[in-house]
């Protein structure tokens, strides 16, 4: 039982102080909303680079990692594209999709990597995504520019993938 | 328990009024924002099954935490304990589950640290530091570390699946089930999430009703791993037997067994625990009225 009024005063400035931010941060913008816009931005990318899309492919029975497979002159098998939460459990899916010959790409943090991004640079990002979020009052910390990585599996006979300007996605 | 302790120091603020209501907002903190997100998509009901930052455990945890933080044996609250109440909140100021989480992790173990010799606000501290260690498990670490403890679930539910026929395969976290539905062992599924709730539900039950440590405590720790990581195994085993099994053992259905057989683990390891710890050990020496009389 609280017997002071001024703890308990303090008490609920402080718990209005700390929750107020959060509940605000959490109404900009839902994850859900965060997947679906990164998912439109990947289109509206590689659409402007002459992409076309040809078929979606599910993944997961629950949509949490959306995959299409993308055309276009000088890459007529496609090449495929998967969304995925940057999460180290995502990578073996996006591993598994590829044959002997294809190579996969992963784009991650504005750069272009032969290899999943390590633990560490994941950590970094995480990091650096909260320090935003400290020094940029009232930026949500879901949903900005980076936050998925992409997965793009190439077939050796699709040249025109060398082209894409993936730090631009 | 005696209500004794829980009367304030007549010349000042009680450290024990100070510290349920302080932990509360800490707890409200750290798990808000996660619970907030699932709540908005499944709905507070569903919420509370499928998420552990909401779910019925962590609660029941809270409060049992906040009834031991009660009971501490009472002081004045001194320089020492307004530095720690400023520098959680100074954390959770920051507006990221994860510095809230610290927040409750480095003050619950001030508040042990500095009350040891209280049973109930050691009991309070283990409560809480156990709670904030468990939900930065199995969040942002879980996600970027446990690739290998999902791939041993992998591992060990290709070989449950290839009892029932062969072909199956695996690698990493992923399970191929040619004849069956294949499967991805995310974050969320994994045998760690339930195998902490189980922990979590035990140390609840056994602070709550002996708050008092024990070193043999903790023997009963590979009783609650054994028939959890079984349990969890053969349920993502039979999520992948058919795509129909998946809609139903992944579905609330899959996760209320789930739970119950954790609680059930929990609640037989808590009374095994209890059994092994005779009334007579329990440590009163700051209350000397409780004290067995020679």
Redesign the interface.
Known sequence: MIRHWRLAASLAALAALTLGPKIALHGSLSMLDAGRADQLRTERFLADNGWSRQEAIVLTLDGSMPAARYARAGCATGMTVVIAPPRADAFPLIGALARDDDRIVFIFDGRALDQPPSNTALLRWKFARILRAVTATGTTTRGDASSAILGVVVPPDCPAARDIPWSAA | MSMAH?V?PRDG?AWP??TP??LL?IV??SL??NA??VA??VGWLDATQQTFGVSMIVVAATAAGSLLAVRAAPRRVDAWDWSALAGA?LL?????????LLALVAFALYMGWRDRASPEAVAAASLFAGLGIMQMLIG?LL?????RL?ALDAFLVAHVLGLIAPGVTH????V?VPWGQSL????ECASVVPLLQTLLCWLTIARLFRPAWRGTDLAVVPFIVLPVLVANVLRMSAMGTSPGN?EIV?GPTGVYAINIICILVAIAAGRWTLAHSPAAHRPAAHDPALAPRR
């Open positions: 829980a304030a603020l009024q100070v209501w302080f907002i409200a903190n808000l924002p907030l997100e908005h998509h909140s959770m100021l920051v507006p990221v589950a994860a510095a809230s942002p996600q970027l570390f446990a690739s999902m690698g990493a976290n992923l191929d991805i062992v995310d974050a998946y992944h």
